[in-house]
């Protein structure tokens, strides 16, 4: 992975759920400052995982820097979606008046805080500002689980659908227009939405349709260039899983979307593999026998440690058909595999090792 993390402009690291991905792209992270390059790692997970990780007590939506013994620089932060819809608007409204019009809607305040697609889009969004900014040589993106993640890269192009859809232009043409286009079916149909909802509810969302009016290109285009940038050569798939069966199916499901994308994976990063003591499975054929064979000399202690050797060697060999399995699936060259530790990371020292594994 050392050409990736030198090559790279942005490494986005994605996959199941509970595999360990803060982990992983902490330690990329923290490998490339290593390496030389001034990078921030980007959490869209709203958990503490990161911080805690990285050793600092919060993170927020402004990279901070981490103090550290390496060439480069490590910066990290924590994604705020509503901070940067707000940001959003901001650069896109014609004054002020419009920008707090906005703000205050509560259409616009379930927009930006409730809905699990606005959060991916605007996580993309904050990728793209970091990135063409130009102030990091590396960008590490930990993402949410696998099919949240998919959101991340489908939310662009849903965003640009949504907002060149007939029927929302046609709330955002002014006043007199928009009362001469709505025909009786429309009216209709907000009737009976006004019914059910409540009348303040229809009303709230016409007025930020409305008020939203002359924004609509700036968030196309820009959402277009996030699509662009997210299926560009500068970005870097890593695909983390665990060598468990449901983990690894996720894995490959996630891989062959990115292919619906033309989105090759860079590299596929097992986590937290048991450690093989032994060097094939005729040795571990050999050691049961010889248990068996000599079970009457053995004391309590060495049954229960031959015993416990031939389980994690068991493990150890179901994990490797797993690994096999999945690696004959997919067409990625670069597979690394992380040691299990025996304690959790949550310091610098344990990103390190994790970093050393994938520096090869």
Excluded at 135 to 148: K, S
Excluded at 290 to 296: L, V
């Amino acid at each position: 992975m050392k050409t990736l993390l030198n090559s790279s402009k942005v490494i986005i690291c994605c996959g199941p759920g509970g595999v360990g991905k803060t982990t992983i792209a902490a330690a990329i992270g923290l490998q490339a400052a290593k390496n030389g390059r001034k990078v921030c790692v980007v959490t869209i997970d709203p958990a503490r995982r990161l911080a805690d990780s990285l050793g600092v007590d919060h993170l927020n939506n402004t990279p901070r820097v981490i103090e550290g013994p390496w060439d480069g620089e490590l910066w990290a932060m924590m994604l705020d979606s509503k901070g940067t819809f707000d940001e959003l608007v901001k650069q896109y409204a014609a004054n002020d008046e419009q920008v707090q019009r906005i703000l205050t809607n509560r259409i616009y305040h379930n927009l930006s805080t409730a809905l699990s697609a606005t959060q991916e889009y605007m996580a993309a969004e904050k990728l793209y500002e970091i990135y063409s900014k130009s102030e990091f040589d590396l960008i590490v993106v930990d993402t949410p689980p696998t099919r949240n993640a998919l959101d991340f890269l489908e939310a662009p192009g849903r965003l640009t659908r949504f907002l060149e859809n007939r029927f929302f232009r046609l709330i955002l043409m002014p006043t007199r227009a928009y009362l001469k286009a709505f025909n009786v079916a429309t009216r209709t149909f907000l009737h009976t939405v006004a019914k059910v909802a409540g009348s303040e509810v229809v009303s709230d969302a016409l007025a930020f349709f409305q008020v939203f009016e002359g924004m609509e290109e700036g968030f196309i285009n820009r959402a277009k260039q996030v699509q662009l940038l997210l299926s560009s050569d500068a970005v870097g798939f890593v695909v983390v899983t665990t060598a468990k069966r449901d983990a690894t199916t996720e894995a490959a499901y996630f891989i062959g979307k990115l292919g619906h994308y033309n989105i090759k994976a860079s590299a596929l990063v097992i986590n937290r593999i048991y450690p093989s003591f032994l060097k094939d499975k005729k040795a571990l054929m050999n050691l049961k026998s010889f248990q068996r064979d000599h079970e009457e000399q053995q004391n309590r202690k060495t049954k229960l440690l031959i015993s416990n050797l031939c389980d994690l060697m068991t493990i150890s060999e179901s994990e490797n058909a797993i690994i096999s399995k999945l690696v004959d699936k997919i067409s990625i060259s670069q597979v690394y595999k992380v040691p299990l530790m025996d304690i959790d990371i949550h310091d610098l020292d344990g990103l390190s090792y994790i970093g050393n594994a994938l520096n090869t």
